[in-house]
């Protein structure tokens, strides 16, 4: 089947020689609007020979390889796990890896993750995303000595944290969050995924100190349970209650 | 940019993330160099598990372990490493719980364990539960849960940095150099920088980007392995690649040996398990190289699905809950990218290019060794898959991967601190970054001029993947080797789309491109020249293992027309090599 497959190109370097030939390469793409100066993004369409079980990373790459090589996106294992290509795909938050042209239909849109600072094409910076994540602490806390062998856990206390484990740091879900839109400096819900996956771990002692972090005017009450975070997230997480559960916990601190 | 460190880290996988972390314990000032962001690394695709002999549910042995990891490597494994490995895995695996990895449990709460293909009790009588697990994400947990700690304890990760050159100071390795730091590209801005360092680890992967269908991520192109090469370095058994039964057919995504190891079972087009005729007593358990051979054995009696080339995955009589709960990822998997619901209809299967059994030459400190009598080049490591210690001979069984990137990666860090603590800092080295940005600058210059970077790599995809693939004899060999010779002269004068600094992939592919050209080359001249069936390596014309003449490891210098190959004897301590059945 024939996709149309329209692209939110941006390039920050439009002087640059291969631009200033003027020409796309071979067989590119009916440009819709043309690059400024100063640069700004704008939307390229192109057409491409798609099969219905495709993904639309297939089809970046197919676009990069046959039609314009200096398309930028991130990709690394194809298949949902390392959490590269989040984008923004038909005005929902996805993986470019995970969702199919039959899911999509004949028109198809992408453009980079919302709320962050575009580098090119399709690619954010994600260095303010992983500030956040650092600062919940995400790691075990326990200092008391360690046993010999592996410390216990019942498959019960395992199960407790189990959802939040398989998060793969793509931030889909904190882009789709309208609260983060309207206040960058929001922890937003991966960041709290994380410190979740922390605080329900029968073997950390650091809920206290990450509570008292996710308290912050920046922390869990931002979230107004709009449950973009839940429709963009890949992995499936529960996030609009990982996010609850952590807001009882800090309540229930206080009481 | 000139940067000062004590230690470099090339590559933020399982194995460079515990040497980082061991180095920041011991308080040695490093660096950790990503071409992704660590999270994004190929050890978190790892699914089935990661085994040490425990002995969690049942009797188990650490020297079970190292004898099946012998005998899983069709005895091509050093065995002073088996013996490093098997033993190490169990303090290794105790550490990540202490480390906070989610280990599932068993009832009594300790961490749970399970089959997998290979491993057995008694030395070959049975299977035994040995792969320690967290559901089928065990590569993402472990991924995770050693970032986490790197975090906790201040490690300097420069992320999007691409290494592109190894330096040496006192000359190349060959002339008796040490090594000096590393020459790494800024993705956000195609910046150059140097880090010099005392000791240097490479620990970038694997290379199954070099064939069509490979459960191998995209950025899987060998850049340590061939920058080592590159230098003089000769790399290690290259002909000895592992095809996995299990990909999803036409993409290659890989299945987990997990469905087969919880008792999933392999079915031709008449509905038979097939293994039955190839592997009686491990049957769908047997390893990785024998079952795929199998599998392409009832492919060509016209026993494929419909008489296609892929095969049945049934794992509809496990059942719901065993399904979901500890095969879910896979689950999704099959859902996601072929549309088949596992729990109703058998899953669609072919063998897919998995992982290298060959890599950097190594000793048991994960200290890289450059010729035939074990010479070390000073400051210079490896570890996980780029690696070759050799613990995985010519066939690596599951979850070893992961045990031998923990240990060999845990070692690396605490090698790399004693020797960082007896020597001097390297000194700046003049226009270090030179030859490397006259390299990329030469590909730019040729914007839009000739054949792009895809064509290039399809062909060569193509190629390995018909001619050095489950299967292979003289002539497909031959042919091989033209070919990637052919496409070794038409890369030097491959063009690109992009010339702008700013994330440049484009670049970058081309650039990983002359990579894998150059692993290739290496791959293939092994290859051809081993004239035996072992392990992973498969001649047609060569049925027969032959102890005799090809018990030892190739090695494989460059050089200006082509590879030269040498050999060195493999490490027999405690297991001689027998007839391999299971």
């Known amino acids: 089947m024939n996709v149309d497959l329209r692209i939110l190109r941006y390039d920050p370097e439009p002087a640059k020689p291969a631009l200033a030939a003027g020409e796309p390469a071979a067989g590119a793409a009916e440009l819709t609007g043309l690059p400024s100066t100063p640069p700004k993004p704008h939307w390229v369409t192109y057409k491409v020979e798609a099969d219905p079980m495709d993904r639309v990373l297939d089809l970046l790459i197919k676009v990069k390889a046959e039609q314009d090589g200096s398309l930028s996106f991130r990709r690394s294992c194809g298949h949902g796990i390392c959490g590269s290509d989040a984008m923004l795909i038909n005005s929902r938050n996805r993986l470019a890896c995970r969702i199919r042209v039959d899911q999509l239909g004949k028109k198809i849109s992408v453009a980079p993750l919302p709320g962050l600072p575009v580098v090119k094409d399709l690619v954010v910076d994600m260095s303010g995303f992983f500030g956040k994540y650092r600062s919940v602490k995400p790691y075990l806390i326990n200092d008391q000595p360690e046993p010999e062998r592996e410390r216990l856990q019942s498959v019960k206390d395992r199960a407790r944290y ?9 931030a889909a879900c904190t882009t789709a969050c309208p609260s983060f839109w309207a206040r960058p400096e929001y922890v937003g819900p991966a960041a709290i995924v994380q410190a979740h996956r922390f605080i329900f771990d029968s073997r ?41 559960e952590v807001s009882s916990a800090i309540v229930g601190r206080r009481g | 940019m000139d940067y000062p460190f004590d230690a470099i880290v090339v590559g933020a996988g399982g194995a460079g993330l515990w040497a980082a972390l061991e180095l920041a ?111 089928d994400r065990t590569g993402h947990m472990i991924l995770q849960t050693l970032y986490q700690q790197c975090i906790k304890h201040g490690v300097k990760f420069f992320d999007e940095y691409q290494v592109v050159d190894l330096l040496f100071e006192g000359g190349e390795p060959a002339e008796g150099g040490r090594a000096a730091g590393v020459v790494a590209y800024r993705v956000a801005d195609g910046q150059l920088h140097t880090f010099r360092a005392k000791a240097v680890l490479m620990a970038t992967g694997g290379f199954g980007r070099m064939f069509r269908i490979t459960s191998n991520a995209h950025s899987l192109t060998g850049d340590g392995v061939a920058l080592c090469y590159r230098h003089g370095i000769p790399l290690e058994d290259m002909e000895f690649f592992q095809f996995h039964p299990t990909g999803i057919v036409g993409i290659g995504i890989l299945l987990s040996e997990a469905a087969r190891g919880e008792g999933g079972t392999l079915l031709n087009d008449k509905g038979e398990r097939f293994m039955e005729r190839y592997a009686p007593k491990l049957m769908e358990l047997a390893p990785r190289d024998m079952v795929s051979r199998a599998m392409y054995q009832e492919i060509r009696a016209g026993r494929g699905i419909g008489g296609k080339d892929y095969l049945y995955l049934d794992v509809r009589h496990l059942g719901r ?52 009598r074990g010479t070390v080049v000073p400051g210079l490591f490896a570890a996980g898959e780029c690696a070759c210690v050799s613990v995985h001979g010519a066939n690596r069984l599951g979850t070893n991967s992961l045990v031998d990137l923990l240990v060999f990666g845990r070692r690396a860090g605490r090698q790399m601190a004693r020797y960082a603590g007896t020597v001097e800092r390297p000194r700046p080295i003049a226009d270090a970054a030179e030859p490397v940005r006259a390299q990329l600058d030469a590909i730019k210059s040729r914007a839009s001029k000739g054949e792009s970077v895809s064509t290039i790599r399809h062909e060569l995809a193509d190629v390995m993947m018909d001619n050095v693939g489950v299967y292979r004899d003289d002539k497909l060999l031959t042919a091989a080797r033209d070919k990637v010779r052919e496409l070794k002269d038409r890369h030097g004068a491959v063009s690109i789309a992009d010339c702008g600094a700013v994330f440049n992939t484009d670049l970058l592919e081309a650039n990983e491109l002359g990579y894998l050209l150059d692993l290739a080359e290496a791959m293939v001249a092994g290859a051809l020249a081993r004239t035996e069936s072992r392990g992973a390596h498969s001649r047609e014309d060569f049925p027969e293992r032959n102890d005799a003449k090809w018990l030892k490891h190739t090695l494989a210098y460059r050089g200006p027309k082509g590879p030269t190959l040498k050999y060195k004897p493999v490490s027999i301590t405690r297991f001689e090599p027998k007839p391999r059945t299971y």
């Open chain 2, 25 to 135: 314990r011991e308080g040695v000032n490093t660096a950790v160099l990503t071409k992704l962001y660590p999270t994004r690394s190929h050890t978190g695709t790892a699914q089935g598990g990661v085994c040490a002999a425990l002995g969690n549910l049942e009797e188990d042995r650490w020297d079970w372990h190292m004898f099946d990891t012998v005998k899983g490597g069709d005895y091509l494994v050093d065995q002073d490493a088996a013996e490093v490995l098997a033993h190490e895995a169990i303090e290794t695996v105790i550490e990540l719980e202490h480390m906070g990895l989610p280990f599932n449990r068993t009832p009594d709460g300790k961490i749970d364990q399970r089959r997998f293909g290979g491993h057995t009790r008694n030395f070959g009588e049975a299977p035994v539960r040995r792969a320690c697990f967290a559901a």
């Open chain 1, 204 to 244: 950390d002692e650091g809920a206290d100190e990450r509570l008292e972090i996710l308290a912050d005017e920046d922390g869990v009450w931002r979230c107004r349970t709009i449950f973009n975070c839940v429709d963009a997230c890949p992995r499936g997480i529960n996030i609009t209650k990982a996010i609850l």
């Open chain 2, 321 to 372: 809950k065993v399904i979901e709960e500890k095969l879910p990822d896979i689950t999704d998997f099959a859902r996601i990218y072929q549309g088949v619901e596992p729990l109703k209809e058998p899953v669609p299967v072919q063998p897919t290019a998995h992982y290298a059994m060959g890599g950097i030459p190594t000793n048991v400190f994960s200290e890289v060794v450059q010729d035939e």
């Open chain 1, 162 to 170: 189990d959802d939040t484990t398989k998060c793969i740091l793509c």
